[in-house]
């Protein structure tokens, strides 16, 4: 599978965890679409630009790292973690089209 197929499969997993107020962990994430913990760093960097070239908020903020409970890249990210986390949970992601593996590039 492509690293965009599998970004949309992410994808999917976090904005129902968005919807639900909820953050996951790296190895949450790897568990349910079935991939190395190492490779969930990838998808999660195709979401962040996709999520940024529409102009919705950053996704990927859900997803932290068990020891420090904060974003594996939060630095990259160049938001306020809080600020965002709290502008995905209130953006209605199921009102969009659903997502194609050719829109995470």
């Not at 996951?24 to 996709?50: C, N, P, S, W």
């Not at 939060?74 to 809080?82: A, S």
Request: proline share 5%; hydrophobic share 40%.
């Amino acid at each position: 599978m492509k690293v965009q197929e599998r970004a949309v499969q992410v994808y999917q997993v976090l904005i129902a965890a968005a919807h639900e107020r909820q953050t996951l962990t790296y190895d949450m994430v790897a568990e349910k679409v079935g991939v190395h913990r190492a490779g969930v760093g990838y998808f999660l960097e195709a979401i962040t630009q996709y999520c940024r070239k529409n102009g919705y908020p950053i996704l990927p903020v859900l997803v932290v790292q068990k020891e420090s409970g904060r974003p594996g890249a939060w630095r990259k990210l160049q938001c306020n973690i809080n600020r965002e986390r709290e502008r995905v949970y209130a953006f209605e992601w199921y009102r969009l089209p659903p997502v194609k593996a050719e829109n995470m590039k």
